[in-house]
């Protein structure tokens, strides 16, 4: 696993803040296939599915080696460009880019204005709470607490709709959430599963926790604008991949033996 490169929870922060607005981009295997050139939108800062190396000055993670597999296999090459989340959305429904991967849950209301490929992760949302808390056990002890996620994504939806008496506080980054709960400024984090397991166990100094079980069951999907020509030829590399294990060696590189994924 690649554990060791991330130092992350400040200078993540930081470079979030330094590419919003005007992004980050990169080529990756321009020339090498003489196919065409997709622009890929992608997450500035969701670990570990991608974000920015600091030492390297480049886009990595689970994502950013998964649409490289796919991009090698179909034939096509691929430039990153790294931004907000809502600026993926948002880019697709435009149709600004050609391809997004980001984590972005597959949902009936994106699906109306932004095309999927077939699933590639089985994930869903978790709840964080301080080491030391023991009034929180469960989604259910919520009412009356203040819950921190990121904006724009299916767990402030989440929050929004089935918990109405919590107090929703939302970051444009979830490292920003994950701090204020380590600071007692709020009382939980909801958010996506691998990264709410992911900060807990390698960032959090042994000061956060999981509760509960997961919730909402998600699959998340690459997205393009709507009657994009690619979609099949991406769900065909994709499918090549699970088949012939390349994505069990792209999951067990970022999270080891294969606990979610594609079956």
């Not at 391809?99 to 994930?123: K, L």
């Amino acid at each position: 696993m690649k554990g060791k490169k991330f130092g992350w929870i400040l200078a993540s922060a930081l470079l979030s803040i330094l590419l919003v607005g005007c992004g980050t981009s990169e080529s990756s295997g321009d020339g090498d296939s003489g196919g065409e050139t997709y622009t890929v939108a992608t997450d500035n800062n969701f670990v570990p599915f991608e974000f920015l190396d600091e030492e390297t000055g480049e886009m990595e993670g689970f994502d950013m080696d998964l649409i490289r597999a796919i991009a090698d296999e179909a034939g096509f090459n691929v430039k990153i460009e790294a931004m907000k989340f809502d600026g993926v959305v948002t880019g697709m429904q435009q149709g600004k880019y050609d391809i997004g991967i980001a984590g972005m849950t597959i949902t009936e209301e994106r699906a109306e204005t932004i095309d999927f490929s077939d699933p590639y992760y089985d994930a869903g949302l978790m709840l964080a709470v301080h080491s030391d808390n023991t009034d929180i056990e469960s989604e259910d002890d919520l009412a009356g607490k203040t819950v921190a996620t990121r904006s724009g994504t299916t767990s402030e939806t989440y929050l929004q709709d089935n918990h109405p008496d919590a107090e929703v506080e939302t970051f444009p980054g979830i490292v920003e959430a994950y701090m204020d709960l380590q600071a007692g400024r709020v009382d939980a984090v909801m958010y996506d599963v691998p990264n709410v397991q992911y900060y807990v166990a390698n960032d959090s100094e042994e000061e956060l926790k999981t509760v509960g079980g997961i919730l909402q069951g998600e699959q998340y999907g690459i997205a393009f604008p709507q009657d994009s020509e690619i979609v099949d030829d991406v769900n065909e590399a994709l499918a090549t991949l699970i088949e012939n294990g390349g994505y069990d060696d792209v999951y067990e590189e970022w999270f080891g033996e294969r606990k979610y994924g594609t079956e």
